[in-house]
């Protein structure tokens, strides 16, 4: 009611203003409003004629207060000429232009007009308002099963500030049905829309209060807040992420919900509910993910062609009236679609609102989040909107990543234009990243390397460390002694490999001389074997497993003494020329006892392996 | 003739030096090698160090990348219960800092009494994904909480399968400590505690506890200082984790009894035990939960003695060495004649002070272990866990599979030579055997000693097979060579022949007949004892049957993979808040829990109140963020008693207790529409137990029919008209048409048109596996009078004797 009463100041204010600007006439006013949705939008178009003398460069445009604190977008385009002769339209820019004895209650707005109206000259304006929050849910709380009514408010006649020769006022509702509306004097309702006027010549601020009662069933989801972060990648995305709160701003739900009522009939018993939304991505968005604060939301679809991507989700529940949820969206974008170069700068290129339909947000936060090193940052937007810059931190991120933030408070989706940002940036300092990783692990090898070959020992001279030196040495010598061995064990086989050539060919001769280079060969390696065995006698943490290697040895050189007996057997008896039978019953004990022996002493070096 | 020889020698030259297998290189041609083999040798050892650091790796990735399975089939996200709390608690951690983490009181939670959370909680989980959240961050890489306490579990069991190869290598050489982690990767008992998601205590205690005791060996092998504080640092970390700490402080002593008792006490024993008891107590005292228990209670009790026991042992074995052997029996005899009469006192006072503390000094889980029947008779509580009951047969087979059967011969192994540390693996295993069988929960406890236990089995009959297999190679090239050697022809024995010569020679070398069967050989494994200076050979088994061995081995490792893979992928990867069930038209998501959580977070007031049973009390406090009555936590039974009484009373007792209780919201979980089995129905008895437990007018018989619980026609007026079953069947009927079919417990329900009076139903997920109801406020006053004399006269008549049925009056 106060608001009823107010109006009424409104328009006795208005009448004592009346005489004050009136250079110019409207000559004809057309309004439509059109309430489909939670978001009302108005356009208006006027034709506007100076009747005075003066040249007039602007047109005021005057909203109540009430209105105007819900003015989302106030936009205004001129025509010049008129019917066919149309020329092109040009967007008027806007501003606030109170004057100093306007009552507080009236807020006046100054459309620039291209070049001044001078005197008989008209023009036609288009004004496009778009206003929030300004349908009023009647009743405020319903139950599951009741309809969501709104109660719209507006003035019959548009309070300019201008004589109006001839105006009229459309205003079209979401379905057919209608609960009330104020009738004047020629009022129409017909096929979901109501007509006021033709109201001809009104003085300037003229006043008549109309009220519309409604059902809508529209989707009356407002996102509280949305926070929105691009963040670019030159290695080719452009990753998007928007968090959402979302409550249903129509009328409050009160009472049971059930959800037997809710599956059973859908469209009666939640009709007020929305259930899912619908997103437009850009083409090619892909990595798409839905989810909240506890994790993935399954209810969600994509179709996708070439022009755009669209992303159906439903929220975790039915959104009743005055139920609210939270929910993250993300997506990776291409990034030659939305970054270009030009003249050493970059800019990105990307829409400022949210992809949802007719979604209201209350309040948007745009982060955009450039490559750690951009330089030059500047960002032009085309609307009014806060600004500020601080830095993210993210991967191997030394000095950060400036962050450009940008709000705006009620953004409707006609805010859903491209607006760039502009910066310098380096292609080397992309490599820096990977270096970076590089020179790590780098550094981590040499370390590991360093490590492994340094000695960390505190006390050179305690016992402990001796002694690990000492068993250290034994060990090397251990080593050494058992490559000799292995090398005499090589040399037998060599040696019994000559003796099978022997029995195919008969050619005594490579056979001793095998044997002549195989005895200088042991005698050498017997000869480096000695210092070594002396060393591991001497050295007292060689002591218990000196027996061990010194048996090997001499079994070793027992072996050796064996294999050699047996070549020098079969070879006489080959010289001889005697049986192979013969050699064989010779050789047959020898040989017994050579593989006793090569059991037992690859047994001891199996042990000293072990060692 | 002489073309067979030759075909003969031929046959030797190709593979000449196949017994070389021993020595590096041998493939070289002989004058190659003399200059190569010093460096390739040593070459060898590296690699061999290298190769079993990237088996490790490898086996890290295997025991990370196994678990994976549910953030890939599902996502990555929390599971179950428990894990909530966890998180919860991490999330609080990590936003506060660590000193209002020891102060947290928190009062969403057992309302209106609250829980001090700092002191009531083994932080070891929490501190450790909290500091591992800490240090990403400070390195700039932005995982949230939630990621890394997904990981933490999949990163805590690669480390536990290193420390199984470590603590194996202590027991039984580098081969066994190989197989023992691939095993403990993929074993599924411990899968089934440590998917992705599942953020639990037993994912990081796990590894704390094979870590311990690899530390505990490691010491008892060494005798090091160094590493017995380490010990007690582990410890420390374990006491931390889990409450299963106790089984540590109980196992080591056991073993240091075991080893005084098998007289094989040593300086290194001492070492190894005494820093444990008084550093580990001391830092076990200083984790808030334990506190003085760590000194005050039974479970510790063991340690304190042994403690006592080993002193003594070691001033025995210090005065012996000083003492002839006659002047030390004299001394033994007087020492203990008098030690007797002083231990019995200290026994004696031991007792009384046990006894005066109510549950004679042991908590009800620790009593329910020792005495399996315990809880089930005393505190239905416990019982009502479904982790809590004894395992059945085929629980085993599902946790452990083949290793129950490798299980037997790693002991045998074991025994072979028995070692300080074999004996502890041995103990450890039998303990956990036991424990196993008594809750199923502690299978947890018994896999890695079965893993242990079946990594040294497997390796030695790999150990044993393949060395028969390279020793008949080296002896087939050998007698290939002597044959070739022959100058007479004619000597050709086949090689089947020579195999045979060989096995016999074998087999009265080492007088053993040959064996039968492949559990035999591994049974009758000898350890090459390298230190037992006998000239014994190894065992070598016939090749043919140790062909066969490692072809059945192999087969069944792999089918012990292939039964864990599946565990892991299909068995263990439900993170149970989500549900999903194949259809002929493709997988179908049931959602509902988080979307109740996600409806009550929205759209009630912070400060509102939600009843629920205790099961869903840390998920609603950590995804709806509200206040709950009960939790996981089950530290009240009076007060779960009174939400268990509250659901099982009619609608108006209910509503006066949960009035009384501040509860604005009553939730109950419902599996009849989509047959989900465990739903509120099916826990109802567990709450009519506990309820009647501490409220007697509760009796369990009111709601069963001949013993039977049933929810149709045949059931009881007093299970009818109980508020679980009318908030779980409220409208219900109407979903089908008049019938109400309980897909679930697959009958009718008994009461189909009811009205609810004192309730409201305020939301009811999509598939109604959850339903919120909301307490419906007073009525007015003067209205209420009325009603309420008249309801007195009619009420009074049915029951006489309970008047007050709700317990806050």
Same mark, same amino acid.
Request: hydrophobic share 40%; aromatic share 12%.
């Given at each position: 009611?106060?608001?009823?009463?107010?109006?009424?100041?409104? #328009?006795?204010?208005?009448?004592?203003w009346?005489?004050?600007?009136?250079?110019?006439?409207?000559?004809?006013?057309?309004?439509?409003?059109?309430?489909?949705?939670?978001?009302?939008?108005?356009?208006?178009?006027?034709k506007?004629?100076?009747k005075?003398?003066?040249p007039?460069?602007?047109?005021?445009?005057?909203?109540?207060?009430?209105?105007?604190?819900n003015?989302?977008?106030?936009?205004?385009?001129?025509?010049?000429?008129?019917?066919?002769?149309?020329?092109?339209?040009?967007?008027?820019?806007?501003?606030?232009?109170?004057?100093?004895?306007?009552?507080?209650?009236?807020?006046?707005?100054?459309?620039?007009?291209?070049?001044? #109206?001078?005197?008989g000259?008209?023009?036609?304006?288009?004004?496009?308002a778009?206003?929030?929050?300004?349908?009023?849910?009647?009743?405020?709380?319903i139950?599951q099963?009741?309809?969501?009514l709104?109660?719209?408010?507006?003035?019959?006649?548009?309070?300019?500030?201008?004589?109006?020769?001839?105006?009229?006022?459309?205003?079209?509702?979401?379905?057919e049905?209608?609960?009330?509306?104020?009738?004047?004097?020629?009022?129409?309702?017909?096929?979901?829309?109501?007509?006021?006027?033709?109201?001809?010549?009104?003085?300037?601020?003229?006043?008549?209060?109309?009220?519309?009662?409604?059902?809508?069933?529209?989707?009356?989801?407002?996102?509280?807040?949305?926070?929105?972060?691009?963040?670019?990648?030159?290695?080719?995305?452009?990753?998007?992420?928007?968090?959402?709160?979302?409550?249903?701003?129509g009328?409050?739900?009160?009472?049971?919900?059930?959800? #037997?009522?809710?599956?059973?009939?859908?469209?009666?018993?939640?009709?007020?509910a929305?259930?899912?939304?619908?997103?437009?991505?850009?083409?090619?968005?892909?990595?798409?993910?839905?989810?909240?604060?506890?994790?993935?939301?399954?209810?969600?679809?994509?179709?996708?062609?070439?022009?755009?991507?669209?992303?159906?989700i439903?929220?975790?529940?039915?959104?009743?009236?005055?139920?609210?949820?939270?929910?993250?969206?993300?997506?990776?974008l291409?990034?030659?679609?939305?970054?270009?170069q030009?003249?050493?700068?970059?800019?990105?290129?990307?829409?400022?609102?949210?992809?949802?339909?007719?979604?209201?947000?209350?309040?948007?936060?745009?982060?955009?989040?450039?490559?750690?090193?951009?330089?030059?940052?500047?960002?032009?937007?085309?609307?009014?909107?806060?600004?500020?810059?601080?830095?993210?931190?993210?991967?191997?991120?030394?000095?950060?990543?400036?962050?450009i933030v940008?709000?705006?408070?009620?953004?409707?989706p006609?805010?859903?234009?491209?607006?760039?940002?502009?910066?310098?940036?380096?292609?080397?300092?992309l490599?820096?990243?990977?270096?970076?990783l590089?020179?790590?692990?780098?550094?981590?090898?040499?370390?590991?390397?360093?490590?492994?070959?340094?000695?960390?020992?505190?006390?050179?001279?305690?016992?402990?460390?001796?002694?690990?030196?000492?068993?250290?040495?034994?060990?090397?010598?251990?080593?050494?002694?058992?490559?000799?061995?292995?090398?005499?064990?090589?040399?037998?086989?060599?040696l019994?490999?000559?003796?099978?050539?022997?029995?195919?060919?008969?050619?005594?001769?490579?056979?001793?001389?095998?044997r002549?280079?195989?005895?200088?060969?042991?005698?050498? #390696?017997?000869?480096?074997?000695?210092?070594?065995?002396?060393l591991?006698?001497?050295?007292?943490?060689?002591?218990?497993?000196?027996?061990?290697?010194?048996?090997?040895?001499?079994?070793?050189?027992?072996?050796?003494?064996?294999?050699?007996?047996?070549?020098?057997?079969?070879?006489?008896?080959?010289?001889?020329?005697?049986?192979?039978?013969?050699?064989?019953?010779?050789?047959?004990?020898?040989?017994?006892?050579?593989?006793?022996?090569?059991?037992?002493?690859?047994?001891?070096?199996e042990?000293?392996?072990?060692? | 003739?002489?073309?067979?020889?030759?075909?003969?020698?031929?046959?030797?030259?190709?593979?000449?030096?196949?017994?070389?297998?021993?020595?590096?290189?041998?493939?070289?041609?002989?004058d190659?090698?003399?200059?190569?083999?010093?460096?390739s040798?040593?070459?060898?050892f590296?690699?061999?160090?290298?190769?079993?650091?990237?088996?490790?790796?490898?086996?890290?990735?295997?025991?990370?990348?196994?678990?994976?399975?549910?953030?890939?089939?599902?996502?990555?996200?929390?599971?179950?219960?428990?894990?909530?709390?966890?998180?919860?608690v991490?999330?609080?951690?990590?936003?506060?800092?660590?000193?209002?983490?020891?102060?947290? *009181?928190?009062?969403?939670?057992?309302?209106?009494?609250?829980?001090v959370?700092?002191?009531?909680?083994?932080?070891?989980?929490?501190?450790?994904?909290?500091?591992?959240?800490?240090?990403?961050?400070?390195?700039?890489?932005?995982?949230?909480?939630e990621?890394?306490?997904?990981f933490?579990?999949?990163?805590?069991?690669?480390?536990?399968?290193?420390?199984?190869?470590?603590?194996?290598?202590?027991?039984?050489?580098?081969?066994?400590?190989?197989?023992?982690?691939?095993?403990?990767?993929?074993?599924?008992?411990?899968?089934?505690?440590?998917?992705?998601?599942?953020?639990?205590?037993?994912?990081?205690?796990?590894?704390?506890?094979?870590?311990?005791?690899?530390?505990?060996?490691?010491?008892?092998?060494?005798?090091?200082?160094?590493?017995?504080?380490?010990?007690?640092?582990s410890?420390?970390y374990?006491?931390?984790?889990?409450?299963?700490?106790?089984?540590?402080?109980?196992?080591?002593?056991?073993?240091?009894?075991?080893?005084?008792?098998t007289?094989?006490?040593?300086?290194?024993?001492?070492?190894?035990?005494?820093?444990?008891?008084?550093?580990?107590?001391?830092?076990?005292?200083?984790?808030?939960?334990?506190?003085?228990?760590?000194?005050?209670?039974?479970?510790?009790?063991?340690?304190?003695?042994?403690?006592?026991v080993?002193?003594?042992?070691?001033?025995?074995?210090y005065?012996?060495?000083?003492?002839?052997?006659?002047? *030390?029996?004299?001394?033994?005899?007087?020492?203990?004649?008098?030690?007797?009469v002083?231990?019995?006192?200290?026994?004696?006072?031991?007792?009384?002070?046990?006894?005066?503390?109510?549950?004679?000094?042991?908590?009800?889980?620790?009593l329910?272990?020792?005495?399996?029947?315990?809880?089930?008779?005393?505190?239905?509580?416990?019982?009502?866990?479904?982790?809590?009951?004894?395992?059945?047969?085929?629980?085993y087979?599902?946790?452990?599979?083949?290793?129950?059967?490798l299980?037997?011969? @790693?002991?045998?192994?074991?025994?072979?030579?028995?070692?300080?540390a074999?004996?502890?693996?041995?103990?450890?295993?039998?303990?956990?055997?036991?424990?196993?069988?008594?809750?199923?929960?502690?299978?947890?406890?018994?896999?890695?000693?079965?893993?242990?236990?079946?990594?040294?089995?497997?390796?030695?009959?790999?150990?044993?097979?393949?060395?028969s297999?390279?020793?008949?190679?080296?002896?087939?090239?050998?007698?290939?060579?002597?044959?070739a050697?022959?100058?007479?022809?004619g000597?050709?024995?086949?090689?089947?022949?020579?195999?045979?010569?060989?096995?016999?020679?074998?087999?009265?070398?080492?007088?053993? =007949?040959?064996?039968?069967?492949?559990?035999?050989?591994k049974?009758?494994?000898?350890?090459?004892?390298?230190?037992?200076?006998?000239?014994?050979?190894?065992?070598?088994?016939?090749?043919?049957?140790?062909?066969?061995?490692?072809?059945?081995i192999?087969?069944?490792?792999?089918?012990?993979?292939?039964?864990?893979?599946?565990?892991?992928?299909?068995?263990?990867?439900?993170?149970?808040?989500?549900?999903?069930?194949?259809?002929?038209?493709?997988?179908?998501?049931?959602?509902?829990?988080?979307e109740?959580?996600?409806?009550?977070?929205?759209?009630?007031?912070?400060?509102?109140k939600?009843a629920s049973?205790?099961?869903?009390g840390?998920?609603?406090?950590?995804?709806?963020?509200?206040?709950?009555?009960?939790?996981?936590?089950?530290?009240n039974?009076?007060?779960?008693?009174?939400?268990?009484?509250?659901?099982?009373?009619?609608?108006?007792?209910?509503?006066?207790?949960?009035?009384?209780?501040?509860?604005?919201y009553?939730?109950?979980?419902?599996? @009849?529409?989509?047959?989900?089995?465990?739903?509120?129905?099916?826990?109802?008895?567990?709450?009519?137990?506990?309820?009647?437990?501490?409220f007697?007018?509760?009796?369990?018989?009111?709601y069963?029919?001949?013993?039977?619980?049933r929810?149709?026609?045949?059931?009881?007026?007093?299970?009818?008209?109980?508020?679980?079953?009318k908030?779980?069947?409220?409208?219900?009927?109407?979903?089908?048409?008049?019938?109400?079919?309980d897909?679930?417990?697959?009958?009718?329900?008994?009461?189909?048109?009811?009205?609810?009076?004192?309730?409201?139903?305020?939301?009811?997920?999509?598939?109604?596996?959850?339903?919120?109801?909301?307490?419906? =406020?007073?009525?007015?006053?003067?209205?209420?009078?009325?009603?309420?004399?008249?309801s007195?006269?009619?009420?009074?008549? =049915?029951?006489?004797?309970?008047?007050?049925r709700?317990?806050?009056?």
């Amino acid at each position: 009611m106060g608001r009823f009463r107010f109006d009424l100041l409104l #328009l006795l204010l208005a009448v004592h203003w009346g005489p004050a600007l009136s250079d110019l006439v409207i000559s004809k006013l057309d309004r439509r409003i059109d309430l489909t949705s939670q978001i009302v939008r108005m356009t208006i178009s006027l034709k506007v004629e100076n009747k005075g003398p003066d040249p007039v460069s602007k047109v005021s445009l005057t909203f109540p207060e009430h209105q105007a604190n819900n003015l989302a977008l106030l936009v205004a385009v001129s025509t010049e000429g008129k019917g066919k002769t149309r020329g092109p339209t040009t967007n008027l820019p806007i501003k606030i232009n109170q004057p100093d004895d306007s009552p507080p209650s009236l807020i006046w707005y100054a459309a620039i007009l291209p070049k001044e #109206l001078v005197k008989g000259e008209s023009l036609t304006i288009d004004v496009l308002a778009v206003f929030t929050h300004t349908l009023r849910a009647f009743p405020e709380k319903i139950t599951q099963s009741e309809p969501q009514l709104f109660l719209f408010q507006e003035s019959a006649h548009f309070p300019s500030p201008y004589k109006v020769k001839s105006q009229s006022m459309t205003v079209k509702i979401p379905s057919e049905n209608i609960e009330s509306y104020t009738k004047l004097e020629n009022t129409k309702f017909s096929n979901s829309e109501i007509k006021y006027g033709p109201y001809e010549n009104l003085p300037p601020f003229s006043y008549s209060p109309v009220i519309i009662h409604f059902p809508s069933n529209k989707p009356f989801a407002v996102a509280q807040e949305l926070i929105r972060e691009i963040e670019i990648s030159h290695w080719g995305n452009v990753q998007v992420t928007e968090h959402y709160t979302v409550i249903h701003g129509g009328a409050k739900s009160t009472g049971e919900f059930s959800r #037997l009522d809710f599956q059973t009939r859908p469209h009666v018993r939640g009709a007020s509910a929305f259930r899912n939304l619908l997103a437009m991505l850009p083409p090619r968005a892909h990595s798409i993910y839905y989810r909240d604060a506890i994790g993935n939301i399954s209810t969600s679809n994509i179709y996708g062609d070439s022009s755009k991507t669209l992303l159906e989700i439903e929220p975790r529940y039915p959104m009743f009236g005055g139920w609210k949820t939270s929910f993250t969206i993300g997506y990776g974008l291409p990034l030659q679609d939305f970054l270009f170069q030009s003249e050493g700068t970059r800019f990105l290129n990307i829409t400022f609102g949210s992809p949802m339909n007719d979604i209201l947000v209350e309040n948007l936060t745009v982060k955009v989040v450039l490559p750690e090193g951009s330089k030059d940052i500047s960002v032009s937007v085309p609307f009014p909107v806060k600004q500020s810059q601080e830095t993210k931190f993210s991967h191997l991120d030394i000095a950060g990543r400036p962050t450009i933030v940008v709000e705006k408070i009620n953004v409707v989706p006609e805010h859903n234009q491209y607006f760039q940002v502009h910066y310098k940036f380096s292609n080397i300092s992309l490599l820096t990243e990977p270096l970076m990783l590089i020179f790590g692990f780098f550094s981590l090898f040499v370390a590991c390397i360093i490590y492994m070959h340094a000695d960390f020992t505190i006390s050179k001279s305690s016992a402990s460390y001796l002694a690990k030196l000492q068993w250290d040495e034994v060990l090397g010598t251990i080593q050494l002694l058992q490559d000799i061995i292995n090398r005499c064990l090589l040399v037998h086989d060599k040696l019994e490999a000559s003796l099978r050539d022997l029995s195919r060919t008969g050619d005594v001769q490579a056979c001793k001389a095998v044997r002549k280079a195989a005895d200088n060969l042991l005698k050498d #390696l017997s000869k480096e074997s000695k210092p070594l065995l002396s060393l591991l006698q001497s050295s007292p943490q060689a002591a218990h497993i000196f027996p061990k290697v010194e048996e090997l040895v001499v079994k070793e050189r027992d072996l050796q003494e064996k294999i050699m007996l047996k070549h020098t057997m079969v070879v006489d008896s080959y010289e001889k020329k005697s049986g192979g039978r013969d050699i064989e019953n010779r050789v047959a004990s020898i040989q017994q006892k050579i593989t006793v022996l090569k059991q037992e002493v690859d047994d001891l070096v199996e042990f000293v392996e072990d060692i | 003739m002489k073309a067979l020889i030759d075909s003969e020698i031929s046959r030797a030259h190709t593979k000449p030096h196949i017994r070389g297998f021993r020595r590096p290189l041998m493939a070289v041609p002989v004058d190659g090698i003399i200059k190569q083999s010093t460096p390739s040798s040593s070459l060898r050892f590296a690699f061999g160090n290298v190769l079993a650091f990237f088996i490790l790796l490898l086996i890290g990735v295997l025991a990370f990348s196994i678990r994976l399975f549910s953030v890939i089939k599902y996502e990555s996200v929390i599971h179950e219960f428990d894990p909530y709390f966890n998180y919860r608690v991490t999330q609080f951690l990590t936003k506060n800092g660590i000193y209002d983490f020891w102060n947290w *009181f928190d009062d969403r939670t057992w309302y209106p009494l609250g829980r001090v959370i700092g002191g009531t909680v083994y932080p070891g989980l929490t501190l450790t994904a909290g500091t591992i959240w800490k240090v990403l961050h400070s390195l700039n890489i932005p995982l949230s909480v939630e990621t890394v306490c997904v990981f933490t579990a999949p990163v805590f069991s690669a480390f536990a399968a290193w420390a199984a190869y470590l603590l194996t290598k202590e027991v039984k050489g580098t081969g066994a400590g190989l197989t023992a982690a691939v095993l403990l990767a993929m074993v599924p008992s411990y899968i089934s505690r440590s998917v992705a998601g599942s953020y639990d205590n037993e994912a990081v205690a796990i590894f704390a506890l094979i870590f311990t005791f690899y530390l505990y060996i490691k010491t008892l092998n060494t005798g090091s200082l160094f590493y017995a504080t380490l010990n007690s640092i582990s410890y420390f970390y374990m006491v931390c984790s889990w409450g299963g700490y106790t089984f540590i402080i109980n196992l080591i002593p056991m073993h240091v009894l075991l080893c005084i008792v098998t007289g094989r006490y040593s300086s290194r024993l001492y070492i190894a035990y005494a820093p444990l008891v008084v550093l580990g107590t001391l830092l076990a005292a200083l984790v808030p939960v334990v506190g003085f228990n760590a000194v005050m209670t039974s479970e510790h009790f063991a340690s304190f003695l042994v403690f006592i026991v080993i002193h003594v042992v070691a001033l025995a074995y210090y005065i012996k060495g000083m003492l002839s052997p006659k002047m *030390f029996k004299v001394a033994a005899t007087l020492v203990i004649s008098v030690g007797l009469v002083v231990c019995i006192g200290v026994v004696a006072v031991l007792v009384a002070v046990v006894a005066s503390s109510p549950t004679k000094g042991w908590s009800g889980r620790s009593l329910s272990l020792l005495d399996p029947t315990y809880a089930s008779k005393y505190i239905p509580i416990i019982a009502s866990v479904s982790e809590h009951q004894p395992p059945t047969w085929p629980s085993y087979f599902m946790d452990i599979n083949v290793l129950a059967f490798l299980v037997p011969a @790693g002991i045998i192994a074991c025994f072979s030579p028995l070692s300080d540390a074999s004996s502890f693996v041995i103990l450890y295993l039998v303990m956990s055997v036991y424990f196993s069988g008594v809750m199923v929960r502690l299978m947890l406890v018994f896999a890695p000693a079965a893993c242990i236990m079946s990594g040294i089995a497997l390796s030695e009959a790999f150990d044993v097979c393949t060395r028969s297999i390279k020793y008949y190679i080296s002896k087939l090239s050998e007698s290939l060579q002597t044959d070739a050697g022959d100058i007479v022809p004619g000597n050709n024995t086949s090689p089947q022949s020579d195999v045979i010569k060989t096995d016999k020679k074998d087999d009265l070398l080492k007088e053993r =007949p040959s064996r039968k069967n492949k559990k035999k050989e591994k049974e009758n494994i000898e350890k090459p004892s390298v230190k037992s200076k006998t000239e014994k050979r190894p065992l070598v088994l016939p090749v043919e049957a140790s062909i066969f061995a490692l072809f059945l081995i192999i087969l069944l490792a792999a089918f012990y993979v292939i039964h864990s893979v599946w565990a892991a992928a299909e068995a263990y990867s439900a993170p149970s808040i989500v549900l999903t069930s194949h259809s002929h038209d493709g997988l179908h998501v049931f959602d509902d829990f988080r979307e109740a959580y996600a409806w009550l977070s929205h759209n009630t007031e912070v400060d509102d109140k939600v009843a629920s049973w205790w099961d869903y009390g840390y998920q609603t406090t950590a995804m709806a963020n509200r206040t709950v009555i009960v939790d996981n936590n089950t530290w009240n039974n009076t007060h779960i008693a009174t939400v268990g009484t509250a659901m099982s009373s009619p609608e108006k007792d209910a509503w006066q207790i949960f009035n009384s209780l501040d509860v604005k919201y009553v939730l109950v979980v419902f599996g @009849g529409l989509v047959g989900y089995p465990s739903d509120d129905i099916n826990k109802f008895l567990w709450m009519v137990r506990i309820g009647g437990g501490v409220f007697p007018h509760i009796k369990e018989p009111d709601y069963l029919r001949d013993g039977q619980y049933r929810i149709d026609s045949q059931a009881t007026p007093t299970m009818l008209n109980s508020l679980m079953y009318k908030l779980s069947y409220f409208r219900f009927v109407e979903t089908d048409g008049g019938k109400g079919y309980d897909r679930v417990r697959r009958t009718e329900i008994g009461k189909k048109y009811f009205k609810l009076t004192h309730f409201e139903e305020v939301f009811t997920t999509h598939h109604w596996m959850v339903r919120i109801y909301k307490l419906k =406020p007073q009525r007015n006053r003067i209205r209420g009078k009325t009603k309420k004399s008249k309801s007195k006269t009619t009420s009074a008549t =049915p029951r006489s004797g309970t008047t007050k049925r709700n317990p806050w009056h």
